[in-house]
T-cell receptor, first 110, second 115 residues
């Protein structure tokens, strides 16, 4: 069964304190791995898509990387406005559905 | 560009009542999805439409849930009768097409509380 596991469940950082979020997956035929940001009371907001091992993408303070078993979302010098839940999802096989992990709730304190 | 529109934003009902949610996707997006997000979990796909047709409804509880997408644009999701465990946020998403390099854009969701 296709599965996505995110860790840690929650992460508290001081402003400027860099860290990484992990997304490990077990799927048959990975087509793409997606990172979304979700703020309270809002829908997921698309951040990145990664398609093959070794691929990296960056956006402001965020950098996503992909291996054959996991993805990391690196946050460099975070700011309080980076506080949100970060969701990882995979597309696999011949379906378009996204299989989500349970997310990492990030809090950045000034 | 306008995003995915959903209404209502919140709904509170008693168990065994019925409820309906509405979604208007991004203009030009052929594929529409309904996801259920229970508190503390990631979204789970309920149903996927490509234009008017259903592509995947394998995880839709068909004894109580139904969905339609008339004219390939707007969509409604209905629950009848509702159960306590249906309390969740119902998210609508859309994408240009299905398949490779398909990015799904989400609406703000409808938060349903079943009492």
């Amino acid at each position: 069964e296709d599965q996505v596991t995110q860790s840690p469940e929650a992460l508290r950082l001081q402003e400027g304190e860099s860290s990484s979020l992990n997304c490990s997956y077990t799927v048959s035929g990975l087509r793409g791995l997606f990172w979304y940001r979700q703020d309270p009371g809002k829908g997921p907001e698309f951040l990145f898509t990664l398609y093959s091992a070794g691929e990296e993408k960056e956006k402001e303070r965020l950098k996503a990387t992909l291996t054959k078993k996991e993805s990391f979302l690196h946050i460099t010098a975070p700011k309080p406005e980076d506080s949100a839940t970060y969701l990882c999802a995979v597309q696999a096989g011949n379906t378009d559905k996204l299989i989500f992990g349970t997310g990492t709730r990030l809090q950045v304190f000034p | 560009e306008a995003g995915v529109a959903q209404s209502p934003r919140y709904k509170i009902i008693e168990k065994r009542q019925s409820v309906a949610f509405w979604c208007n996707p991004i203009s030009g997006h052929a594929t529409l999805y309904w996801y259920q997000q229970i508190l503390g979990q990631g979204p789970k796909l309920l149903i996927q439409f490509q234009n008017n047709g259903v592509v995947d409804d394998s995880q839709l509880p068909k004894d109580r849930f139904s969905a339609e997408r008339l004219k390939g644009v707007d969509s409604t999701l209905k629950i009848q009768p509702a159960k306590l465990e249906d309390s969740a946020v119902y998210l609508c998403a859309s994408s240009l097409v299905g398949g490779f390099e398909n990015i799904q854009y989400f609406g703000a969701g409808t938060r349903l509380s079943v009492l």
